[in-house]
């Protein structure tokens, strides 16, 4: 799923939508920058979908 991922931003240029100036009624929680509350951290959607820090892929489908 993550390597789907990865490709479909390659494709688009890392394009996310809804980006931050859609407004925070009703996409709080769905723009990129919006925080994530989970049990012991905090972090952002940006964050979570973004791994090329991880790992990267050798070829993405097209």
Do not use: H
């Not at 494709?11 to 989970?38: K, S």
């Amino acid at each position: 799923m993550d390597r789907i991922w990865e490709s479909w931003l390659t494709r688009y240029n890392r394009v996310y939508a809804p980006d931050m100036t859609a407004p925070a009624d009703p996409y709080w929680g769905e723009r990129i920058n919006d925080a994530l509350d989970n049990p012991g951290f905090s972090t952002s959607i940006g964050i979570m979908l973004d791994r090329r820090e991880y790992y990267t892929y050798d070829a993405l489908p097209s």
